[in-house]
C-alpha cells in the first residue's frame, strides 16, 4: 500500500491528482458544482476556486490524517 502525504492548503497539482482519483460520476458532479459556483462569481479565477474548495473542505473537516486516509492507495 502507497500512501502519500499532502500539506494543506492543497497545490493545484494535487488538487487536480485528487480529481483524477474519483470515479467518472463523482468528477461530473464536480464540474456541476464548479459550474454553478462559477456562474456565481465569473470573475474569479480558477486558482480562487480551488483555494475556496480547500477552505470549505477544511471547514467541514478535512485534515491531513483524513486527506492521508482518503488518498491511501488501497490497490
Given at each position: 500500500m502507497t500512501q502519500?502525504?499532502?500539506?494543506l492548503?492543497?497545490?493545484f497539482e494535487q488538487i487536480l491528482n485528487l480529481v483524477l482519483q474519483l470515479t467518472a460520476q463523482?468528477?461530473?458532479q464536480l464540474i456541476q458544482e464548479i459550474k454553478k459556483t462559477s456562474?456565481?462569481?465569473k470573475h474569479e479565477d480558477l486558482l480562487?476556486?480551488?483555494g475556496r474548495?480547500?477552505?470549505?473542505?477544511?471547514a467541514k473537516g478535512l485534515n491531513e490524517e483524513t486527506l492521508e486516509e482518503l488518498l491511501a492507495d488501497e490497490s
Amino acid at each position: 500500500m502507497t500512501q502519500k502525504n499532502y500539506q494543506l492548503p492543497l497545490t493545484f497539482e494535487q488538487i487536480l491528482n485528487l480529481v483524477l482519483q474519483l470515479t467518472a460520476q463523482e468528477q461530473e458532479q464536480l464540474i456541476q458544482e464548479i459550474k454553478k459556483t462559477s456562474s456565481n462569481n465569473k470573475h474569479e479565477d480558477l486558482l480562487s476556486v480551488f483555494g475556496r474548495i480547500g477552505r470549505n473542505a477544511q471547514a467541514k473537516g478535512l485534515n491531513e490524517e483524513t486527506l492521508e486516509e482518503l488518498l491511501a492507495d488501497e490497490s
